[in-house]
């Protein structure tokens, strides 16, 4: 994102004498041009001018000589008089001693000097010291000690005013070094929102600056001579003949020669020093003059060395398996989309991909004199897929891809070849090649109440104009209450009258808008599955388990770990295209699948026992194809919404938990049980008695379960139908293995939006009489396999209307009851509405119980 | 009373022996130490072998005469030696019951976390609250599905074909290529999916699961929560949005927050802007004359923090979802669930709330 020196930005804008950067950020974000980072100046503290009076050379024990320097750092640093225990050479006059190593000075130079107390970049204090038997009471510095880079001439040493990165500097002994040498420059970098794309130039930054603390601004665009051109220069041709979303690629071209260049020359100090705070590196004067007028006015340049072209140049799209070397030396294959700038017979060579970067076949050298100077105004989505495609977000990119002003390219182009005839010497050519059209944006119709009504502030007509003609808009009424608006070329982003909106309010202040809760007509509060989830979650937690929130990413092989048969449903899972790990491409379509690595994962941290649960989706494919993408902007139809929610997964939240090891810590009252099957039921029940439902529990061979401990969990729905709404019981031994799980660790899993759903939506009343009950003792003997819900359901029938609370309180097996048989005993409660039971009665029932057990499981009653 | 003439056939009712029996019983009492000394004491002294109901059953052969005096007499001895045994009774049952429960002394500093309570996950306790807030200023909540096709993620929410966001860099797409389906990267789909189901005016507040292509690390998270809100009226303007971040910063946060919009760009909203609260921790939370301290870990010392996105419904999103933009306009907003329980709870890693660690939701039990 674009890097702003304070210094640059004074040059287009008035800032205030002693403005920090940190009130430039702070301004800035105010019109909208976040703060991304701040860099502060780099040198601080007494950094001078000095000119060296006297200098000794000494050679030293380690073979290495030494410069012993008296330096004039002016009267305000200089020392009057000499330590007499540490004299200085030569004679002695008002001046400091210091000890350098490099050579590349002599006596009478200027040189720069870090004074004890002055901060060199990477927080190096300067401070004096002992050295080679002298004190040496500061430091001459080398341009890499400034932060300033290797010397630009190649003299290896310290700076010397007059040379090198003093190159046009000189001082008097005492002058402030910071400033001779820029290095006080603050820079603000910003983000930039796409929308505005002429930020990405001090031309924008300085109007936004001017736009937030009302400075004066002066576009630096207007000040640009163009002159008239006497003729079409180099050839160019447009032709896209495959335009993306109906834009044509290229919409003007602006080619610019310049003769006779100096290839010798050097960029100028300020230039190089600028684009270095801007944050791109210096590399020659050609292409530094170029990027250094696209950060100033946003246009982005590309200078050819015209002895390398061979004209017409041509704009087309790229042919399939077409190749290029950018300049950053990648050979990269082109796509049919790409918008490439060619030359050469049948426009077969590659010169760039357009707007995005170059190629090394017409780069600029170290012996170009001719270049043509490119400004072109590109279609900002081929720019975009362009350098999202090969991976390249160059500065150009950056900038066509949000919208380069489309009447900068000859003032930019223009710009820049003054910039080098005036540093590098030669002629720019009074042909001008200026091909294709400028569109502007349309004019906009604006309710002078518009911003009132979106806002809520009462906007002065003022308020209203000036915003609108500050940002670059022309504004002309229409009719009494409406205006018509046409925004300025750098302001494509403007095409509605919210967005016209938007800048009234932003240039006004957001901070003006004034705070107004509205009132809501009045909701329902919570729907019944909002509250009924919550309590189930809850119900969970205080039995015992912690609520965990793991992604819904699994294995391809989680299937198989969790033993699903070839064809269970579990295994129709919606697989990620982009996965964020290509080891879990698939979404979960049980919770267990996320809960089990999860146990896993505690366990390994150091838990002893595991006790989780977690509620949320799970996914299973539909099969139902793509999902349509109907018009955006407006309703789609009914059938294409239908046609969306065929095409998505089958979705549904679930609740799903898992525990084993100890259920609690060992304790003085006796050993902790371990959490089992029978936990995973209870639990699962309680979860539903939580939502209003009751679950039905039938014994099933279910995966990941234990065959002979797992069941299935079902519902009664509203239409009075059963249907399955999960699973429960003890994991399957293999499972428990291969999640390293403590033995007999238990799960369950419900849907729980369909056990909410089966909860009945009002529960009448049950009636309490008041007569005494009677309480009676069964023990059946039945088969082993007869399931004990089915003596109760028998019980419940035998008993009719008295049966207040059928209860199993022991099971027993053994040689009394017989080899294959069980005992199962139930306490019965009955109570009659009418009248206190009368033994007669209670014998009756008892005979009928006795006799519906023996009819629906073939149960005895034990002696 | 005579001392001669005594009944004929009875025992002789002597005013002398009664008063003895009468003495004898109550220092028999009052000698008794405990309860079952006691019943003893009864059985001795009122029983049926007793003087005094011996005496007592002799009455009735006495001579008419005597009746009256020998009952009083009796009476009122054996009246005496009840009284005595029942306040006796209470004293001595009083003391060993006390003597009882003492030896039934325990430590009751003992630990009792034989099953010990599960816990909420933090997030879901604070999205409780968030929609406790919403549904408190007669908002409802809405929901969709995580899984979810492009065109409500980013077609109806205005998003340009070309958006960043639709990259594979950015967004999770489920196979195969061209689907047209992602896993939603926010939350505002479902603000489309209320407004095509139950049109204009709507006040909705959106929390749920939302997916990114992000690296995780301490501050970001490929699965995150979030909860959006979204009003929709005749008349709405940036002034009520001001108004419900305010108080929905108030009831995160408390106090009197202030909170902050600077200008920004969404595809969704226009006008658009971020929004920042007013630190909460440092002095900056006293208001906007109180400097941040610059060490402040909420705030980073700018006093400010930074909330999310949030603006006026753009036309075109209103339009993808049936509402007429000429008639009603309104605001929405988009916050992180996790940032702000990272901010309010001081949780310095994100990873913690999403690696399921037993020991990261049992610290905060069921309520933060």
């Known amino acids: 994102m674009p890097r702003i020196p304070l210094t640059w930005l004074a040059e287009h804008t008035t800032l205030p004498e002693g403005t920090g950067a940190q009130q430039v950020a702070t301004d800035l974000s105010r019109v909208g041009l976040e703060e991304e980072a701040i860099f502060g100046a780099q040198v601080t503290g007494p950094l001078v001018v000095g000119r060296v009076l006297e200098l000794v050379k000494e050679p030293q024990k380690n073979g290495k000589t030494i410069n012993w320097v008296r330096v004039d750092v002016g009267p305000e640093h200089n020392e009057d008089l000499d330590d007499p225990k540490d004299p200085q050479p030569g004679q002695e006059r008002p001046s400091r001693g210091i000890i350098c190593g490099a050579h590349n000075f002599v006596e009478g130079d200027l040189v720069v000097v870090s004074l004890p107390g002055t901060v060199l970049p990477g927080d190096f204090a300067i401070a004096a010291r002992k050295t080679y038997g002298h004190t040496s009471d500061g430091m001459i510095c080398s341009g890499d000690e400034l932060g300033l880079g290797p010397d630009p001439d190649g003299e290896d040493g310290i700076i010397v005013l007059g040379r090198g990165h003093a190159k046009g500097l000189t001082g008097e002994p005492g002058d402030d070094a910071i400033a001779l040498l820029g290095l006080a420059d603050e820079v603000v970098e910003i983000n930039v929102t796409p929308d505005r794309g002429y930020c990405f130039s001090m031309r924008g930054v300085a109007r936004e600056y001017s736009h937030a603390t009302g400075a004066a601004y002066t576009d630096p665009a207007l000040a640009v001579e163009v002159p008239a051109a006497s003729g079409t220069g180099v050839a160019v041709e447009r032709r896209d003949d495959a335009p993306l979303r109906g834009a044509e690629g290229c919409t003007r071209f602006v080619a610019l020669e310049v003769t006779g260049v100096d290839p010798s020359a050097q960029t100028p100090r300020w230039m190089a020093r600028r684009l270095t705070l801007a944050g791109m590196r210096p590399i020659s004067l050609i292409v530094d003059v170029t990027n250094y007028v696209m950060l100033d006015l946003g246009q982005p340049l590309h200078a050819y060395d015209a002895a390398k072209l061979s004209a017409p140049i041509v704009v087309r799209r790229a042919r399939a398996g077409e190749k290029l070397t950018t300049l950053d030396d990648v050979e990269r294959t082109l796509d049919p989309e790409d918008l490439l700038i060619t030359d050469g017979a049948d426009a077969s060579r590659v010169l760039g991909l357009a707007g995005v970067m170059g190629g090394a076949s017409t780069e600029v050298s170290a012996s170009t004199t001719d270049i043509v100077l490119e400004a072109a105004t590109f279609d900002p989505v081929s720019v975009a897929r362009t350098a999202r495609r090969h991976r390249l977000p160059s500065e150009a990119s950056k900038r066509f891809e949000r919208g380069v002003d489309p009447r900068l390219p000859l003032i930019a182009a223009t710009r820049a070849a003054q910039l080098i005839v005036e540093h590098g010497g030669g002629t720019i050519a009074r042909e001008v090649t200026d091909d294709g059209t400028v569109t502007d944006p349309a004019p906009i119709r604006l309710a002078a109440d518009a911003a009132e009504r979106l806002v809520g502030i009462p906007y002065t007509a003022e308020q209203v104009r000036g915003s609108l003609e500050q940002i670059g808009c022309a504004v002309e009424p229409d009719g009494e209450d409406h205006l018509v608006v046409t925004p300025p070329s750098w302001r494509p982003d403007l095409l509605l009258a919210e967005d016209l909106v938007e800048e009234i309010a932003r240039l006004v202040g957001y901070a003006e808008i004034p705070s107004v809760l509205p009132t809501a007509p009045g909701g329902r509060g919570l729907t019944v599955a909002q509250r009924a989830r919550r309590s189930a979650q809850r119900a969970l937690a205080e039995a015992g388990l912690v609520e965990v929130k793991v992604s819904p990413f699994v294995p391809a092989d989680v299937h198989d770990t969790l033993r699903y048969p070839a064809d269970d449903e579990r295994r129709r899972a919606v697989r990620l295209l982009n996965p964020l790990a290509e080891d879990e491409p698939l979404l979960r379509t049980s919770m267990l699948q996320s809960l089990l690595p999860t146990a896993r994962r505690n366990l390994g941290r150091g838990e002893e026992s595991v006790a989780i649960f977690q509620r949320g989706s799970v996914f299973r494919a539909s099969g139902g194809g793509a999902a349509p993408v109907p018009a955006p902007a407006t309703r789609p139809s009914e059938a294409e919404l239908a046609a969306i929610a065929a095409a998505l997964p089958e979705q549904t939240s679930v609740l799903g938990a898992v525990q084993g090891g100890p259920s609690g810590p060992d304790s003085w009252q006796g050993a902790p049980e371990a959490w089992g099957w029978t936990d995973a039921l209870d639990l699962a029940r309680r979860a539903a008695a939580a939502v209003g439902a009751e679950l039905e529990v039938r014994q099933r061979e279910i995966a990941p379960l234990h065959p002979g401990r797992g069941a299935e969990l079902r519902v009664l729905t509203s239409a009075g139908d059963s249907v399955v709404v999960g699973l429960a019981g003890e994991l399957h031994p293999a499972v428990i293995k291969a999640f390293g799980l403590p033995a007999r660790t238990a799960a369950f899993e419900l849907d729980i939006e369909a056990v909410i759903a089966s909860a009945p939506a009002v529960v009448l009343a049950a009636p309490v009489p008041t007569f005494p009950p009677a309480k009676e003792d069964f023990a059946f003997v039945v088969e082993e396999s007869v399931p004990a819900s089915a003596v109760e359901a028998a019980i419940l029938v035998g008993a009719g209307d008295l049966a207040e609370r059928v209860h199993l309180f022991d099971v027993f097996t053994g040689e009394q009851v017989g080899e294959g048989r069980k005992s199962l005993a139930f306490a019965v409660r009955l109570r009659s509405a009418e009248g206190t039971l009368g033994a007669k009665q209670i014998g009756a029932v008892r005979e009928s119980i006795v006799a519906a057990v023996a009819s629906a499981v073939g149960g005895e009653l034990r002696a | ?368």
């Open chain 2, 1 to 368: 009373m005579s001392e001669t003439n005594p009944a004929p056939g009875g025992p002789a009712i002597d005013e002398q022996a009664i008063t003895a029996a009468v003495d004898a019983a109550l220092a028999a009492i009052a000698a008794a130490p405990d309860t079952a000394t006691l019943k003893q004491v009864r059985i001795d002294h009122v029983g049926d072998a007793s003087v005094l109901s011996t005496a007592n059953r002799a009455i009735k052969d006495l001579p008419k005469d005597q009746k009256a005096a020998a009952g009083k007499l009796v009476g009122q001895g054996k009246g005496r030696v009840q009284q005595a045994l029942a306040a006796r009774q209470g004293e001595l049952a009083a003391a060993e019951e006390e003597a009882a429960l003492a030896a039934e002394t325990v430590d009751m500093t003992l630990p009792t976390d034989r099953r010990p309570r599960g816990a909420a996950h933090p997030l879901s306790t604070l999205t409780d609250r968030i929609e406790d807030f919403f549904v408190g200023i007669g908002w409802e909540i809405a929901e969709g599905p995580e899984a979810e096709s492009s065109w409500l993620n980013f077609d109806a929410l205005n998003a340009d074909p070309e958006h960043p966001s639709r990259s594979l860099q950015d967004s999770i797409y489920l196979a195969p290529e061209g689907s047209g389906m992602l896993l939603r990267t926010q939350t505002s789909p479902v603000q489309v999916r209320a407004m095509l189901e139950r049109g204009a005016p709507l006040y909705v507040a959106c929390p749920g699961t939302v997916y990114r292509a992000d690296e995780i690390d301490a501050t970001h998270s490929p699965v995150f929560h979030q909860v959006e809100g979204l009003a929709i009226d005749k008349g709405l303007t940036m002034a009520n949005l001001v108004g419900t971040l305010d108080a929905f910063a108030a009831h995160l946060f408390g106090g009197a927050p202030v909170t902050r919009l600077r200008p920004n760009h969404f595809p969704f909203t226009e006008p658009s802007a971020e929004m920042d609260f007013r630190c909460f921790s440092c002095d900056a939370r006293l208001g906007l004359d109180h400097d941040a301290d610059p060490e402040c870990r909420v705030c980073g010392g700018t006093g400010w923090i930074e909330m999310g996105g949030c603006g006026m419904v753009h036309p075109n999103v209103l339009r993808a979802a049936g509402v007429d933009p000429e008639e009603y306009q309104g605001f929405a907003f988009g916050l992180g669930i996790e940032r702000i329980l990272m901010l309010r709870n001081s949780v310095a890693d994100m990873r913690d709330m999403v690696e399921g660690d037993v020991r990261f939701s049992q610290h905060y039990g069921t309520e933060i």
